[in-house]
């Protein structure tokens, strides 16, 4: 069974600092995709990042990148230049397809990120 | 992006009344789904439908059933609310083809509470 593991319950950075969200997979599948999410406290999910498997180079988008060592099995989130508007719930998933090309997102715990002025 | 709304967004409600969320999407999306997801914990999937006249279960058990008539309204009812039914209810929808990640763009959410 494919697996998400966060590790950081939580996690403070200063505004204007870089910060790091480890995530960790687990799955068989030699194809596979993952995704981070920001749900700040209004409850939406926001679509941040996306790495596929098989891509050669770590995603980027905007101040998002994700740092992907596929034999560590690890795809960690690396925000720069964070803002008051970073803080939120910080959510890793992989895509497990299902029937006719949908597929279920399986997401790990999250990391709640505190950005201080 | 795909715009897809959730109404409504907050609902408090008495045990045993029968509920609808609503969940609409304008993007033409073949591809919709419901999650539930407790306070500060992740999501889990309890329904989705991969096109007009389809519908399944997700991993997560549910009381709740859905329906998928029109390929943009994707509702899940409660035939009678409890308070084991408090949470928040997360629309989103996916479309393979739209893009190179076919990412799930998700709702608002509706938070529900059973009293």
């Known amino acids: 069974a494919q697996k998400i593991t966060q590790t950081q319950p939580g996690m403070f950075v200063q505004e204007k600092e870089a910060v790091t969200l480890d995530c960790t997979y687990d799955?068989?599948?030699?194809?596979?995709?993952l995704f981070w999410y920001k749900q700040p406290s209004s409850g939406e999910m926001i679509f941040l990042i996306y790495q596929g498997s098989y891509d050669q180079q770590n995603a980027t988008e905007g101040r998002y990148s994700l740092n992907f060592q596929k034999a560590r099995k690890s795809a960690n989130l690396v925000i720069s230049a964070s803002q008051l508007g970073d803080s939120a719930m910080y959510f890793c998933a992989m895509r497990e397809f299902l029937m006719d090309s949908s597929y279920k997102l399986i997401f790990g715990s999250g990391t709640r990120l505190l950005v201080r002025p | 992006e795909a715009d897809i709304y959730q109404t409504p967004r907050y609902l408090v409600i008495g045990t045993g009344k029968k509920i609808t969320l609503e969940c609409s999407q304008t993007m033409g999306h073949d591809k919709m789904y419901w999650y539930q997801q407790d306070p500060g914990m992740e999501l889990h999937l309890i329904h989705y439908?991969?096109?007009?006249?389809?519908?399944e279960k997700g991993d997560l058990s549910s009381e709740s059933t859905v329906s998928r008539i029109r390929t943009e309204h994707f509702p899940l009812t409660l035939e009678s609310a409890r308070p084991s039914h408090t949470s928040q209810y997360l629309c989103?929808?996916?479309?393979?083809?739209?893009?190179?990640?076919?990412?799930?763009?998700f709702g608002p959410g509706t938070r529900l509470t059973v009293l």
């Open positions: 439908s991969y096109g007009v006249n389809s519908t």
């Open positions: 989103a929808s996916s479309q393979p083809g739209s893009s190179t990640t076919d990412t799930q763009y």
């Open positions: 799955t068989s599948d030699p194809s596979y995709g």
